[in-house]
């Protein structure tokens, strides 16, 4: 009767082995899926001036959302009230999609003449995020992020000057994409 007693007492963990590995399968894909599609608007912000960085156009057009851009171009630029997200959403879905490829095509063109010709000036070239000095939630997955940003770039000619500079810039960004930033 003890051993009885012993063994319905015991918890036997082995049948429930195959559930925690689903769960833990589970918890894994979504930490990945956050990781890959999230990070929210900081994130979006230092991908954009890596991309900056690096001079590398195709990955600053990947960082930028031209439906977006366009939408918050027309009316908003510097004054958006969070009152206006609901408008901003309808200028959004009203952007035509074919205008979107000549977009991003134009703006690939136009990122590596720029990139080209800083190479071509500037032996050295360093652009980074010093701080994210404040994010504020315009509405849902809409942000205005000011962040202190850096350049230090050395031109290949003695006669010109070093260019040093820091200052705070203002991005605005959507669903994990820059569409507006005060840099140009």
């Known amino acids: 009767m003890e051993e009885e007693f012993k063994e319905k007492k015991s918890f036997n963990w082995k049948k429930y082995l195959p559930f925690i590995g689903i769960a833990v399968a589970v918890i894994l894909v979504i930490v990945l899926l956050v990781a890959l599609f ?10 954009f001036v890596k991309a900056m960085d690096k001079g590398n156009a195709s990955k600053l057009v990947d960082c930028i959302d031209f439906a977006g851009s366009e939408a918050w171009s027309y009316k908003y630029m510097d004054d958006f009230d969070k009152d206006d997200y609901d408008d901003f959403k309808e200028a959004y879905k009203d952007v035509d999609k074919d205008d ?9 063109d136009e990122f590596k003449d720029q990139f080209e010709e800083i190479k071509e000036n500037y032996k050295s070239y360093k652009m980074k995020v010093e701080k994210i000095k404040d994010t504020e939630k315009l509405g849902k997955d809409l942000y205005k992020v000011k ?7 050395k031109p290949k000619d003695k006669d010109d000057d070093e ?4 200052s705070t810039l203002t991005f605005i960004v959507y669903k994990g994409k820059v569409i507006y930033t005060s840099l140009f």
């Open 38 to 47: 999230g990070g929210g608007p900081k994130k979006a912000v230092k991908k």
């Open 100 to 108: 979107i490829k000549d977009m991003k095509k134009e703006a690939k």
């Open 147 to 153: 962040a202190k940003i850096s350049i230090l770039a």
């Open 163 to 166: 260019l040093d500079d820091s």
